[in-house]
C-alpha cells in the first residue's frame, strides 16, 4: 500500500511541578471545565475490524507536527495496523491558510476526512463533524467532554495548552528585575528592561511581539479579559450584553491595560514592523527579554538559542495586587474530527482512535513541549514550564472557551476581531475610548439584528 504525502504550499505570512493532565489541580475555578474520564483500556470494535479499507485524507498546519510525522513515518506505521488504509497528508502553510481554505472546502463538499479545529472553530464547523462521543479516544481525553458542541464531541484535544512569559533570567538579573506578581510590576519590570538594554541597543525591545501578522497578541488581547474577569466563558457571556465594552467592563480593563502596555515603548521602535518569526529569534537571541507564548513556544525558542539555560516561565500576572486571585489560562488545542465529507468515515475514526494510542501519542507528546491531554497518558512538565507553577503556587486554573454560535454571529456581523484590534492600537490615530464605543453601538445593533437574546 502507497503512502502518500501532499505539501500544499500557500503564499501567506503566519497569522499561530507535575503536571498529570490538563485540569487536574485542585485551584481549578471556571465554568467550562473538561470531565475527567477514567482511563480505559485501547481499542474499539472499530480499531479491531481488520477489514477496513479506503483512502483518508488527514490536513494540518502544524509545522512540528508535520516534521515528526515525516521523520517517524507515520503513515508506515499506521498501515501496520491498517493495511489496507492509505493516508494522504495534507499540509497547509499557516493557519490563516488553514481557515481559509476549509472554509471554502466546507462549502464545496470538499473538506478532508480528518481535520482539527480550535476552540472558537467548533462550532462554526459543527454541522460537518461527526460526533466521537463513543470512542475510546474522547473518553481518556481530560478536556473533550468539556468542549461538547450540543452534547457532541466533535474534536478530541491533542494538548493542553498553557500560556507562558518567557524570559531570561540573566538579563533580569543585570538591569535589577525580579519576576512580576502584578500587572504593576510586570509594567514597570518591562519599562526598567527597556531603559537598561535601550540606552546602548536601539532596537532592544522589552517585551518581543510580532505585532505585524496580528496573531501574535492574543495572549493580552484574547485571554486578557478571560484572566480579568476569571470567567472562561466570557465570550459566551459578551454575547448577552448589549455593551460589553463599556468603562468598568471586564473587557475594557483587559484592553486598557493593553492599550497602556502597548505604547509605552516597551515593544521596541517598530513593533508593527516585526512579524512572529522574526520576535521570536530576536528574543532567543536575546535582543529582547520578554515573549508571551504558548507552551508551543518553548520548542521554537530552542530550536533558535544557542543556550537555553537562563531562560525561565511565569504566567502573565492580569491581577492588580497580590490579594486577587492569580487567574492561568489553560485550553484544549488541535481537537482532531472526522468530518461528514468523508467517504470512508470508519476508517478515519480508526486513525483518530490509533494517533490517540501507546501506538503514536506518547511518542507524539514526548517531542512536543504541550502538556498531554490524555488521562492515560501524563507527563510532566519540562523543567522551564514548571518552574512557572513553583513561583506561581495560588494560581487559579480558567478552562478557556473560544466562544459558541452566538458569539461568533455577532462577531461576524461587527468584525470585531480583538488580534486585530491590538495591532490597531499602535497606530497614531487611535482612540480607546472612541473604538470601545464604537464597538458597543456595533455589538447593540447586531444583536438586535441577529435576534440574539
Not at 139 to 154: F, S
Not at 179 to 193: I, N, R, S
Not at 428 to 444: A, T
Request: overall charge negative; charged content about 25%; aromatic content about 12%.
Amino acid at each position: 500500500m502507497k503512502k502518500r504525502v501532499i505539501a500544499a504550499v500557500l503564499a501567506c505570512v503566519m497569522g499561530v511541578g507535575l503536571l498529570t493532565g490538563c485540569g487536574s489541580t485542585a485551584e481549578s475555578s471556571t465554568t467550562n471545565n473538561g470531565a475527567t474520564t477514567e482511563s480505559k483500556t485501547e481499542g474499539t470494535a472499530t480499531a479491531s475490524n481488520e477489514n477496513l479499507s479506503g483512502t483518508i485524507t488527514f490536513t494540518i498546519w502544524d509545522n512540528n507536527l508535520n516534521d515528526f510525522i515525516e521523520s517517524n513515518d507515520m503513515v508506515g506505521k499506521f498501515q501496520e495496523k491498517y493495511p489496507d488504509i492509505d493516508i494522504e497528508i495534507e499540509k497547509i502553510k499557516d493557519d490563516s491558510e488553514y481557515w481559509n481554505a476549509m472554509k471554502m472546502r466546507a462549502s464545496a463538499n470538499q473538506l478532508p476526512d480528518v481535520m482539527f479545529n480550535k476552540t472558537f472553530t467548533l462550532a462554526r464547523f459543527k454541522e460537518y463533524l461527526l460526533d466521537l462521543s463513543d470512542t475510546e479516544a474522547a473518553k481518556n481525553n481530560e478536556l473533550a467532554a468539556g468542549y461538547a458542541v450540543d452534547g457532541k464531541i466533535l474534536g478530541i484535544p491533542m494538548t493542553c495548552g498553557y500560556e507562558y512569559v518567557y524570559y531570561w533570567k540573566d538579563m533580569f538579573k543585570e538591569a535589577g528585575v525580579k519576576v512580576p506578581t502584578t500587572w504593576g510590576e510586570f509594567e514597570d519590570a518591562a519599562k526598567t528592561l527597556q531603559d537598561y538594554y535601550g540606552k546602548d541597543n536601539a532596537n532592544f525591545m522589552a517585551i518581543a511581539c510580532g505585532f505585524k501578522d496580528e496573531w501574535p497578541d492574543y495572549p493580552y488581547m484574547e485571554f486578557m479579559p478571560a484572566l480579568e474577569s476569571g470567567n472562561g466563558q466570557n465570550w459566551n457571556t459578551m454575547a448577552t450584553q448589549d455593551e460589553p465594552f463599556s468603562e468598568g467592563t471586564d473587557i475594557y480593563k483587559a484592553y486598557s491595560k493593553a492599550y497602556e502596555l502597548f505604547n509605552s515603548g516597551v515593544m521596541g521602535k517598530d513593533p508593527l514592523g516585526m512579524g512572529s518569526d522574526q520576535a521570536t529569534a530576536l528574543f532567543s537571541s536575546k535582543q529582547a527579554a520578554i515573549i508571551a507564548l504558548g507552551d508551543w513556544g518553548l520548542q521554537n525558542i530552542q530550536n533558535q538559542a544557542e543556550d537555553t539555560s537562563e531562560l525561565g516561565a511565569f504566567y502573565l500576572p492580569t491581577r492588580n495586587t497580590t490579594s486577587d486571585p492569580y487567574n492561568v489560562i489553560v485550553q484544549g488545542d488541535s481537537f482532531m474530527g472526522v468530518t461528514t465529507h468523508s467517504k470512508n468515515p470508519e476508517a478515519a475514526k480508526a486513525f483518530v482512535e490509533w494517533f490517540y494510542s501507546e501506538d503514536w501519542y506518547p511518542e507524539y507528546l514526548a517531542y512536543i513541549s504541550s502538556s498531554s491531554s490524555m488521562t492515560n497518558f501524563p507527563k510532566e512538565k519540562d523543567p522551564i514550564l514548571a518552574e512557572a507553577d513553583t513561583l506561581c503556587k495560588d494560581k487559579q486554573i480558567i478552562t478557556y472557551d473560544g466562544g459558541g454560535d452566538d458569539f461568533t454571529a455577532i462577531q461576524n456581523e461587527t468584525t470585531f476581531d480583538y488580534k486585530k484590534l491590538g495591532a490597531e492600537m499602535l497606530t497614531g490615530n487611535f482612540d480607546l475610548d472612541s473604538k470601545m464605543s464604537e464597538l458597543n453601538q456595533k455589538w447593540k445593533d447586531a444583536r438586535t439584528k441577529l435576534g440574539i437574546q
